[in-house]
């Protein structure tokens, strides 16, 4: 069974940064697609990011393009997102999720499996 555990989230002041980790425990695929997204309160979940492991490849919304970066360390299973210069719209529960894909076109949407979620505050 895929189980799929966030961590690293926590409050920070505007500017600072988190490291967000997803660790994967039963996931066999060999590629596959890997993402954050984020819901906050009252809106709508948006994909912040997203790899795929078949030939690499990298995703970012533009609200966090060169602010955050996605990474994967396959020794451990596990998904990074470092968030750097966090701002108070970066406020939300943050969610890894992977599926299951033959290509990159593949990472915009239709993940199959999701963690439990991180909460990110970031005051002004």
């Known amino acids: 069974q895929v189980q799929l555990v966030e961590s690293g989230g926590g409050s920070v002041q505007a500017g600072g940064s988190l490291r967000l980790s997803c660790a994967a425990y039963?996931?066999?695929?060999?590629?596959?697609?890997m993402g954050w997204f984020r819901q906050a309160p009252g809106k709508e979940r948006e994909g912040v990011a997203n790899i795929y492991t078949g030939g690499g490849g990298t995703y970012y919304a533009d609200s966090v393009k060169g602010r955050f970066t996605i990474s994967q360390d396959n020794a451990k299973n596990t998904l990074y997102l470092q968030m750097n210069s966090l701002k108070p719209e970066d406020t939300a529960m943050y969610y890894c999720?992977?599926?299951?894909?033959?290509?990159?076109?593949?990472?915009?949407?239709?993940?199959?499996?999701w963690g439990q979620g991180t909460q990110v505050t970031v005051s002004s």
């Open positions: 039963g996931y066999t695929y060999n590629t596959y697609c």
């Open positions: 999720a992977v599926r299951y894909a033959l290509g990159r076109t593949y990472c915009s949407g239709g993940y199959t499996y």
